[in-house]
């Protein structure tokens, strides 16, 4: 089972990108996704999940009203799409995938993270 993160790269402030997180090796339909993030010295962060059961959304209090979670049953595919990026948003963003419904309490999953940098 794996988590393949893409998307990441170098974008001005007030820019966009979307990352995307593909899953393989299982299925991932009644799997909770999502996106956590880490900055150098800081703790990881939990970004914003998707549930499998209704598609329902979650997200962290410093990405809400800028950042969108969706999901694509089609092709395992999960997407965060980030506008209004700011400079503290710079970090590795890593997908994750959770048999629970609240991607917070547990990952069974972790894909390889993928560099989001913001410049000023």
């Known amino acids: 089972v794996q988590l393949q993160a893409s998307g990441g790269g170098l974008v001005q402030a007030g820019g966009s990108l979307r990352l995307s997180c593909s899953a393989s090796?299982?299925?991932?339909?009644?799997?909770?996704m999502g996106w956590f993030r880490q900055a150098p010295g800081k703790e990881r962060e939990f970004v914003a999940s998707?549930?499998?059961?209704?598609?329902?959304?979650y997200y962290g209090d410093s990405v809400k009203g800028r950042f969108t979670i969706s999901r694509e049953y089609a092709n395992n595919t999960v997407y965060l799409h980030m506008n209004r990026l700011k400079p503290e948003d710079t970090a590795v963003y890593s997908c994750?995938?959770?048999?629970?419904?609240?991607?917070?309490?547990?990952?069974?999953?972790w894909g390889q993270g993928t560099q989001v940098t913001v410049s000023s």
């Open positions: 090796g299982g299925t991932f339909r009644r799997y909770t």
């Open positions: 998707i549930m499998w059961i209704d598609f329902s959304t």
């Open positions: 994750a995938a959770s048999r629970s419904t609240d991607l917070r309490s547990y990952v069974n999953y």
